[in-house]
Nanobody
Framework: QVQLVESGGGLVQPGGSLRLSCAASRTTIIIYTMGWYRQAPGKQRELVATITSGGSTNYADSAKGRFTISRDYVKNTMYLQMNSLKREATAVYYC??????????????WGQGTQVTVSS
């Protein structure tokens, strides 16, 4: 079981910045992917960015150039630095932890989400 706790959401003006954090409980899982997803009202949850246990990153087109995903292995925390925020970034942002178990079955955990509102 991996527990994920997001923080850092809030209200920000267009063009502003926010940094989201996702604190993960300690785990013995070595190979995994963590990521940020978001869900706007009336829309499906969508990928924002992911980072593997090896440090490889992947971004949705909407996040490229403005968002940065990173990981602090000492603090066991993942971050999402969001710059030049646009109104369409308004959503609940969720932290995700995904891995394959010994039977190669994909398993994942989700945080409770943190609200990001971009508005003037």
């Amino acid at each position: 079981q991996v527990q994920l706790v997001e923080s850092g959401g809030g209200l920000v003006q267009p063009g502003g910045s926010l940094r989201l954090s996702c604190a993960a409980s300690r785990t013995t899982i070595i190979i995994y992917t963590m990521g940020w997803y978001r869900q706007a009202p009336g829309k499906q949850r969508e990928l924002v960015a992911t980072i593997t246990s090896g440090g490889s990153t992947n971004y949705a087109d909407s996040a490229k150039g403005r968002f940065t995903i990173s990981r602090d292995y000492v603090k066991n925390t993942m971050y999402l630095q969001m710059n030049s925020l646009k109104r369409e970034a308004t959503a609940v942002y969720y932290c995700n932890f995904r891995y394959s178990d010994s039977l190669r079955v994909a398993r994942e955990y989700w945080g409770q989400g943190t609200q990001v509102t971009v508005s003037s």
